[in-house]
C-alpha cells in the first residue's frame, strides 16, 4: 500500500473519497465515495482520474430526463414538425397505422439518421425551406424517406405527385385529375364524377360549365 496515491478527501466532479476499500489481483483499487445526492458508491479509482465517472449515477439520469424533457416540452407539444417525423415513422414502421399498406408494406423505409434521431430530421427540414402549411413528399414513390429523396409541398403538390394518381392526356397534354381540373376551371370533384361516367377527354375538355365553354 506504500506505492498507492491515496485519493481520500478529493474530489472528483460531484465524487467526494471518503476511504480505499480493496485492490484487486491485477492492482486496481476501489474507493468508497459519496456523491453529492448523498448516495455512498465503490468506485474504482482508474474512473475517478480519468473522469469517466463523474457521479453516482445521478449525473447521467438528470441529463437524460433534460433530454427526454427538452424533445417532449420543446418540440412534442408545440411543433408541427416533430408529429411530421413522427407520422413518417409510424407509416413506415407500425402495422397497426391506417396508412401502414400505402408506405411500409410496400417496402419504404425512413433513413438511419432520421429515424433515429429527430434533431437531424429537423435540421434537414428547416435548411430546406420547411413551413407548417407543408408536407414531406417523396420526389419517387417507390424510394424511402431520406434527405436525397424528399422536398416539402404543398398538399396539392404532393397529391399530384401519388403513385396512385392517374394521369389523363389529352392532345399532347399529360397531367393529373387534379392538375385537369385547376386547368379547366372545375373542381376535382366534377372531374372525378366524368371520369367516373367514363366521360371521353374531350367531352371532358370541351363540356362548358353553366354555359361557359371551359377551354377553347
Known amino acids: 500500500m506504500a506505492n498507492i496515491r491515496?485519493?481520500?478527501?478529493?474530489?472528483?466532479?460531484?465524487?467526494?473519497?471518503l476511504r480505499l476499500v480493496k485492490q484487486d489481483k491485477h492492482y486496481n483499487l476501489y474507493w468508497l465515495c459519496?456523491?453529492?445526492?448523498?448516495?455512498?458508491?465503490?468506485?474504482?479509482?482508474?474512473?475517478?482520474?480519468s473522469g469517466a465517472t463523474k457521479s453516482c449515477g445521478c449525473l447521467n439520469r438528470e441529463l437524460s430526463r433534460k433530454r427526454k424533457t427538452n424533445l417532449t416540452h420543446g418540440y412534442s407539444n408545440k411543433e408541427r414538425l416533430y408529429w411530421t417525423w413522427k407520422g413518417m415513422k409510424a407509416r413506415c414502421?407500425?402495422?397497426n397505422n391506417k396508412r401502414y399498406q400505402h408506405?411500409?408494406?410496400?417496402?419504404?423505409?425512413?433513413?438511419d439518421d432520421w429515424k433515429h434521431?429527430?434533431?437531424k430530421f429537423r435540421r434537414w427540414a428547416l435548411d430546406n425551406h420547411y413551413?407548417?402549411?407543408?408536407?414531406?413528399?417523396?420526389?419517387?414513390?417507390?424510394?424511402?424517406y431520406c434527405p436525397e429523396n424528399c422536398r416539402w409541398a404543398t398538399s396539392?403538390?404532393?397529391?399530384?405527385?401519388?403513385?396512385?394518381?392517374?394521369?389523363?392526356?389529352?392532345?399532347?397534354?399529360?397531367?393529373?385529375?387534379?392538375?385537369?381540373?385547376?386547368?379547366?376551371?372545375?373542381?376535382?370533384?366534377?372531374?372525378?364524377s366524368r371520369i367516373q361516367r367514363k366521360w371521353s377527354m374531350e367531352r371532358i375538355v370541351n363540356t362548358p360549365i353553366r354555359g361557359h365553354l371551359i377551354v377553347n
Not at 491515496?6 to 473519497?17: A, I
Not at 413551413?131 to 424511402?144: A, F, K, Q, V
Not at 392517374?166 to 381540373?181: D, H, V
Open 93 to 95: 414502421y407500425n402495422k
Open 103 to 111: 408506405y411500409g408494406g410496400k417496402g419504404v423505409t425512413v433513413c
Open 34 to 49: 459519496k456523491c453529492d445526492c448523498g448516495v455512498e458508491k465503490i468506485i474504482g479509482g482508474s474512473g475517478l482520474k
Open 131 to 144: 413551413e407548417d402549411n407543408l408536407t414531406i413528399d417523396r420526389i419517387d414513390n417507390n424510394g424511402s
Open 6 to 17: 491515496d485519493l481520500t478527501g478529493q474530489r472528483f466532479t460531484r465524487l467526494e473519497v
Open 117 to 119: 434521431d429527430y434533431q
Open 156 to 192: 396539392k403538390e404532393q397529391a399530384n405527385n401519388q403513385s396512385r394518381n392517374r394521369i389523363l392526356e389529352y392532345q399532347g397534354k399529360k397531367m393529373t385529375m387534379s392538375q385537369w381540373a385547376d386547368y379547366l376551371g372545375i373542381t376535382y370533384g366534377t372531374m372525378n
